[in-house]
T-cell receptor, first 112, second 113 residues
Framework: DGGITQSPKYLFRKEGQNVTLSCEQNLNHDAMYWYRQDPGQGLRLIYYSQIVNDFQKGDIAEGYSVSREKKESFPLTVTSAQKNPTAFYLC???????????FGNGTRLTVT | QKEVEQDPGPLSVPEGAIVSLNCTYSNSAFQYFMWYRQYSRKGPELLMYTYSSGNKEDGRFTAQVDKSSKYISLFIRDSQPSDSATYLCAPLAPMDSSYKLIFGSGTRLLVRP
């Protein structure tokens, strides 16, 4: 089945540590996205990538970094510079920029 | 003012009821509108995708867009307990040379058996 796989489902880290969230898609989509979801707030865009080896900052990129070395993969690193990293992180992909997004099932990150 | 506003709910209805979920937006440049359904601890899944004003029907779901009043609605007929979820409206906004989805905060729906 085609889809988006995010791993792990739950992740726990100590404050001050960097952590990388995995996102893989086998939909052959060009565009990939990372969103953050907090209670009572809409999804907020962290980074997006329209093609391999290229990515742009979204609305809340500070404290995060990404890479897009392969079409299928778009990992997100939450660095120690991110002030409030505890959140639900969602990866998505789309065939092209104005197409609907397809989401993975998220990674819940807890930093203590 | 938020770009997209939704009543957070929760909206509680009996099984079989007609549900109306609503969303307002502020930017008249929005032309594509999407509704996503999100179950607890899962990623959002696309329900409906409409372009410009008018209605679009898919089974028990009808999406309605009124661009003149910047108002988006999702109607669910014969609601089922399995429809209990959070519903997110998401207009597609122009962004540099691309687009991005602007999500509302979602309305939580509970359908009681």
């Amino acid at each position: 089945d085609g889809g988006i796989t995010q791993s792990p489902k739950y992740l726990f880290r100590k404050e001050g540590q960097n952590v990388t969230l995995s996102c893989e898609q086998n939909l052959n989509h060009d565009a990939m996205y990372w969103y953050r979801q907090d209670p009572g707030q809409g999804l907020r865009l962290i980074y997006y990538s329209q093609i391999v080896n290229d990515f742009q900052k979204g609305d809340i990129a500070e404290g995060y970094s990404v890479s897009r070395e392969k079409k299928e993969s778009f990992p997100l690193t939450v660095t120690s510079a991110q002030k409030n990293p505890t959140a639900f992180y969602l990866c998505a992909s789309s065939r092209q920029e104005n197409s609907p997004l397809h989401f993975g099932n998220g990674t819940r990150l807890t930093v203590t | 003012q938020k770009e997209v506003e939704q009543d957070p709910g929760p909206l509680s209805v009996p099984e079989g009821a007609i549900v109306s979920l609503n969303c307002t937006y502020s930017n008249s440049a929005f032309q594509y509108f999407m509704w996503y359904r999100q179950y607890s601890r899962k990623g959002p899944e696309l329900l409906m995708y409409t372009y410009s004003s008018g209605n679009k029907e898919d089974g028990r779901f009808t999406a309605q867009v009124d661009k003149s009043s910047k108002y988006i609605s999702l109607f669910i007929r014969d609601s089922q307990p399995s429809d209990s979820a959070t519903y997110l409206c998401a207009p597609l906004a122009p962004m540099d040379s691309s687009y991005k989805l602007i999500f509302g905060s979602g309305t939580r729906l509970l359908v009681r058996p």
